[in-house]
DNA sequence: AAATCGGGGGG
DNA sequence: CCCCCAGATTT
């Protein structure tokens, strides 16, 4: 068994993250919808700020959409956000204000699935639950050897040799963080550390040399390619911004026209590239000095503060706020 | 089962 | 450039 010498390893060599430091229910949920598909490091500042922000689940119930986005601003997956305030309005009116304590009651809420809602009943309540992600998929599949495709049918087999494994009931919480932190640190998917893995005498991968072959993932298709123009009016210092609509992609953020209107000046901005998982937007955006303000023209300052730009629009915006400041001299 | 939904860091 | 990340939801 290599639970112990697992769990070893993990006392002396885990990352000491900021999230792990409560044992609270609350933020663990927190930290772990925003780990979901984003690397740790990227997601430990806009962590603490959240954390900050909204500390309860009855700041976070009665939090603004608009705050909320620009909490999230940058990070990606935005239904994430959306899902975590109707997640926080569930439980003030149902769990008295908690999170339910059990896998089962957790996964019926919005945005925690199989991981997460284990992950929280572990982590935070110390259930005898497995919290499988990608880095449990390819510790395990490594351990034992599973040739396999990896697919829902292989992902339960996974579940289950897991639950199977919890060690008593004070190092679940410990051990299914190990197992991820172990898929971070040393089972990475290429060239795995395997010199200073801690359970490499149990793992069958390594003992037949294909380690770096496992898991065997489904090949996602190729990427769309969409030609985007955007227009970005401007009058004196203000900018336009238009909300995209409530659902599909980027919903109910803030980003540029695609509509040109008559103007007395333009100016090329330079191009640029945004890659999301499935789409990839080659984006030329054109400057746009109108003679009159309509609504929706908002200061930088106003922008800065309040309004949420993914990340696709921020090249643009910040040409743009360049050119604006260089006139305003 | 496949598509949708972001963004970025590492090899 | 490619890979995939402390995945969930919709189609």
């Known amino acids: ?17 900021s ?5 609270d229910a609350y933020s663990i949920w927190i930290s772990e919808i925003m780990a979901q598909q984003t690397r740790i490091e990227a997601m430990l500042k806009y962590y603490n700020r959240f954390i900050e922000q909204l500390p309860d689940m009855k700041a976070l119930a009665s939090c603004p959409d608009e705050k909320l986005n620009k909490l999230w601003q940058g990070l990606g997956y935005y239904s994430r956000a959306k899902n975590l305030k109707k997640c926080a309005i569930i439980c003030m ?3 008295d204000g908690k999170l339910p304590e059990t896998k089962e009651e957790l996964m019926k809420l919005p945005g925690i699935g199989p991981y997460t809602a284990g992950a929280i009943a572990s982590i935070a309540y110390d259930q005898r639950v497995s919290a499988v992600d990608g880095n449990v998929i390819r510790v395990f599949s490594r351990l034992y050897g599973m040739e396999e495709e990896i697919d829902s049918r292989t992902k339960k087999n996974i579940e289950k040799l897991v639950q199977d494994s919890l060690p008593e009931k004070e190092f679940i919480s410990d051990y299914n963080q190990a197992l991820m932190e172990l898929g971070a640190l040393i089972c990475i998917p290429k060239n795995p550390r395997c010199i200073s893995c801690p359970v490499k005498e149990n793992c069958v991968a390594y003992r037949k040399g294909i380690q770096g072959n496992l898991p065997v993932l489904k090949k996602k298709k190729e990427r769309k390619v969409e030609e985007k123009q955007f227009y970005i009016y401007v009058y004196k210092n203000k900018i336009h911004l238009k909300k995209r609509e409530n659902k599909g992609l980027l919903a109910n953020l803030y980003g540029f026209d695609e509509e040109r209107v008559p103007c007395v000046k333009e100016i090329e901005l330079k191009e640029h590239t945004h890659i999301f998982s499935h789409i990839q937007w080659n984006m030329k955006g054109t400057m746009l000095f109108v003679e009159q303000k309509t609504d929706h023209f908002y200061s930088i300052d106003e922008i800065e503060e309040k309004y949420a730009i993914p990340s696709a629009f921020v090249p643009f915006y910040t040409q743009v706020k360049q050119i604006i400041e260089r006139e305003l001299v």
Request: glycine share 0%; net charge positive; proline share 0%.
């Open 93 to 95: 009116e149902k769990y």
């Open 1 to 17: 068994m290599f639970q112990n010498e697992l769990l070893k390893w993990y006392e002396n060599k885990a990352r000491k993250l």
């Open 19 to 23: 999230f792990r430091e409560k044992k």
